[in-house]
Nanobody, 129 residues
Framework: QWHVAEFGGGLVQSGGSLKLSCEVSGFTLDSAAIGWFRQAPGGEREGVACIRTADSSTYYGNNAQGRFAISSDKAKNTVYLQMDNLRPEDSGFYYC??????????????????????WGQGTQVTVSS
């Protein structure tokens, strides 16, 4: 059984930083897609950043370009999202999603919500102005 859990949310002032962690169990991160998404109250879930762990390729949404960095630690089966220069509009629940990718398997664009097998419960990020 796969399990995904997020850690690291909290309250931070505008301009501050947070580092979120996504711990995955049930499969290794040797070949996986991990996505970070966020959802503000009343808003839709939107992609923030994603990584394909086989080659460490990354993709960032416009909301994260230049301020956030996604990385993976295969030894810890954990993916991180370093968030710098946070803004009040970055507030919301941040979710991690995981997909195990078998060899020679093509996958959709990594911000496609329906492609993921496992989702965490979310961690709340609040950025005060």
């Amino acid at each position: 059984q796969w399990h995904v859990a997020e850690f690291g949310g909290g309250l931070v002032q505008s301009g501050g930083s947070l580092k979120l962690s996504c711990e995955v169990s049930g499969f290794t991160l040797d070949s996986a897609a991990i996505g970070w998404f966020r959802q503000a109250p009343g808003g839709e879930r939107e992609g923030v950043a994603c990584i394909r762990t086989a080659d460490s390729s990354t993709y960032y949404g416009n909301n994260a370009q230049g301020r956030f960095a996604i990385s993976s630690d295969k030894a810890k089966n954990t993916v991180y999202l370093q968030m710098d220069n946070l803004r009040p509009e970055d507030s919301g629940f941040y979710y991690c999603a995981a997909l195990h990718i078998p060899p020679a398997t093509a996958t959709p664009f990594c911000f496609t919500l329906g492609m993921y097998d496992g989702w965490g419960q979310g961690t709340q990020v609040t950025v005060s102005s």
